[in-house]
């Protein structure tokens, strides 16, 4: 008996205290999560959360962002989620918990980060959202590409190469995140009323492995196509390797993102076209918003990074 | 209790203190490197932080300790979380919501054991292929599309807070190990499961019903997972589509590093806690220091090395 006496006893008292609990809408922060953001010494400490790092694009957007903490004096602290929603909140708690000055949020995910959002909020640390934005809590700024526009960018690029007729397949991003929803938004509206046609739309999920797969599946449905439009470059060079294998080569594919990647596929013609984000700039312009918040100087709502289309004719 | 399937000895002990010393050693390390670790605030940070790990490891447990494995933890997540938040969506209170995702993850545990018991098919194998065929469940159910969740008294199965103090995932947790403490060492379905994992054969020949056992156990897995499954999608206040995928690694990683045998027949269950607590204080502290995250990934994987090679040894 004294062996599980103590599983007993443990059981009773944690189910006795569950009883007191409090009605629903109360959900308070711990007391010590309540300090006041920086408040330890030296450097100021900006946090950056990142989706992943398994992407040259996150990758180049933690770069720039890590050059402008050099250059402003900040120490910057980067952690990666690896995708995953429940992963990135726990790290956004452990910036809390480390009470950085800012925290830029790259979220994996728009509805499942508002609650982390909102324990920083009740932290008093402000969130400043990089390329995703966020469903709930109050964000300070957020900084994106202008994805509707860029989805617009590509279809108008496909409507003049093709000459205004044509079948498209679309290699969707993670569903869910803004820049999916935003490119799908903006490509699908530019070819409303003209003669090009997406006759499949599937998620690839922003991953290479899976564009290749999922194109190569695509075009065994759908051998009618003329042209391909992946909602990021990593899709796009899958896709690429798809149509190498099926010895399809009139087959146009435009990416989105501009890594350096995509830029050389471009170059080499593997790629008609890619809209070119600054993943760097959204970082280093993070960063300096970050800097202004700290300065207590006033930054805006919403700052769009531009984006350019990139072709064999047009090159940067 | 049986001799054989206790621990005995000094060198026991040892194997029991283990992981409890690795885990003040780490706490200690921590609290020396980094001001903000030892912190009431962050503790119960960290403890949230795990208890999804935790629930589903305790119910790893059972099953590693009879001799299985269960590769299909996350996706039962994954899949219940949806069914959960599908049916709220769908305007069904609460209640009735969560019963039924709870009441699915033990039928489909259930269904895996029937698999390995009565099917004869090797663990690994029969819950790697119900993890696929949930995984594309759960994609065809929710379309790939998170599923939000608006009801706000669910929100607080995640989110809300015991005397405004103590986050509520993490009473969940200790309770669900005061149960499954007390069913592995108080009852004789406990006994059963230490007696199937040392030796099915001797188990048999003794009396024991191995097939109803193995249910037992895979059940009590698939609730675990429904549960965990239930306070992530409340936590994320949305049902996500890829939501715990390796977790089931998270979860046997925590199991093994309290200390308990792949091989079954050996281990506890608040082992298994102090795993899980070790990844989490791992995961914490390592933001906390600002360690680069790729090799965050590498110390991880070392400190599992280590662990498991330490325990070949003895």
Redesign the interface.
Known sequence: MR??G???L??AA??A??C???G??????????GTAAGA?GGAKVVGLA?ST?NNPFFVELKQGAEQAAKEAGL?L????AQ????KQ???V???????VAVILLNPT?S??L??AVQEANQAHIPVITLDRSV??GQVASHIASDNVAGGGKAADFLRQALGNKGNVIELQGV??TSAARDRGQGFEGALKGSGLRVIASQ?ANFDRAQGLSVTENLLQAHPDVQAIFAQNDEMALGAARALEGAKRDNVLVVGFDGTPDGMQAVKDGKLAATVAQQPGMIGRIGVQTAKSLIDNQPVEAKIAVPLKLVSKDAAP | MPAAFSLNGAAAWMQRLGPLIGLLLLSLALSVLSPDFLTTGNLLTVLRQVSINALIAFGMTFVILAGGIDLSVGAILAFTGAIAAGLMAAGHGMALSVLAALGLGLLLGVLNGVLVSWGKVAPFIATLGSMTLLRGLTLSYTAGQPIAVGNGGFALIGNGYLAHLVPNPVIWMFIAFALGGFLLRGTVFGRHVFALGGNEEAARLSGVRINLVKLGVYGLSGLLSAFAGVVLTSRLYSAQATAGSGYELDAIAAVVLGGTSLAGGRGWLVGTLIGALLIGFLNNGLNLLGVSSFYQQVVKGAVILVAVLLDRRK
């Not at chain 1, 602290?77 to 990666?80: K, L, N």
């Not at chain 1, 995708?83 to 429940?86: E, I, Q, Y």
């Open positions: 062996k599980y103590f599983f007993a443990t059981a944690l189910l205290a569950a007191s609990q409090q629903p809408g109360e959900s308070a922060a711990p007391a010590a999560a330890a990142l790092q120490t602290t980067v952690v990666d995708d995953d929603p429940a909140i726990a790290s708690e452990d910036l809390i918990q480390k009470k995910d509805s499942a508002s609650g469903d709930n569903p869910g998620p």
